[in-house]
């Protein structure tokens, strides 16, 4: 069965360092994995994704994650952190024959000034 | 591009009423998903369409959940009767076939007294 594990409820970044957000998922076959931001009031917003190729994905708002296959990890990271990054933050994963998303329960992120 | 449209944005009711939210996708896009949201269950896949045929509902809580997709440019989710326990952001997304991507509307905020 797929699933994805978001092992964090929150993670807390003074401005200006690095951040990490952790992702774990476990499906059959290639995985299509995501991260999604979701600001107070908010739908969530697309913002990186990886499905085959470089395991080091670029995204938007100066986000990446690193596919790591064997360690069935696709950690969000960013090097370094901004106020306006404080969101909750969502990793999701789909079998490549499958198009129903997984979704892990979401981190809290803070960053602090 | 206006994106994923939803209306209500909220939606105050009291049990045993009939609730409708409504959604229209993306222009072209030919996948749409219902979710929910909630501070105990996360984010909930309830049902996903493609080209209007309803795909997998196994994510429906109950009977008393409905979903129809009468065209390519609109969706409802009807809840009826509606009970406490409904109280929920209920999210539309919309995704083209060969994107992945899911592109959420802003949500409506349920509130069911």
């Known amino acids: 069965a797929q699933s994805v594990a978001q092992p964090e409820d929150q993670v807390n970044v003074a401005e200006g360092n690095p951040l990490t957000v952790k992702c774990t998922y476990s499906?059959?076959?290639?995985?299509?994995l995501f991260w999604y931001v979701q600001y107070p009031n908010r739908g969530l917003q697309f913002l990186l994704k990886?499905?085959?190729?470089d395991n080091l994905v670029k995204g938007s708002y100066g986000f990446e994650a690193e596919f790591n296959k064997s360690q069935t990890s696709f950690h969000l990271k960013k090097p370094s952190a901004l106020v306006s990054d404080s969101a909750l933050y969502f990793c999701a994963v789909r079998e490549s024959s499958n198009y129903q998303l997984i979704w892990g329960a979401g981190t809290k992120l803070i960053i602090k000034p | 591009d206006a994106g994923v449209i939803q209306s209500p944005r909220h939606e105050v009711t009291e049990m045993g009423q009939e609730v409708t939210l409504r959604c229209k996708p993306i222009?072209?896009?030919?996948?749409l998903f219902w979710y929910r949201q909630t501070m105990m269950r996360g984010l909930e896949l309830l049902i996903y369409?493609?080209?209007?045929?309803?795909?997998?509902d196994s994510g429906m809580p109950e009977d008393r959940f409905s979903a129809k997709m009468p065209n390519a440019s609109f969706s409802t989710l009807k809840i009826q009767p509606s009970e406490p326990r409904d109280s929920a952001v209920y999210f539309c997304?919309?995704?083209?076939?060969?994107?992945?991507?899911?592109?959420f509307g802003p949500g409506t905020r349920l509130t069911v007294l």
């Open positions: 997304a919309s995704s083209l076939w060969g994107d992945d991507t899911q592109y």
């Open positions: 499906v059959s076959g290639n995985p299509y």
């Open positions: 990886y499905i085959t190729g």
């Open positions: 369409f493609n080209n209007n045929v309803p795909i997998d």
């Open positions: 222009s072209g896009h030919d996948y």
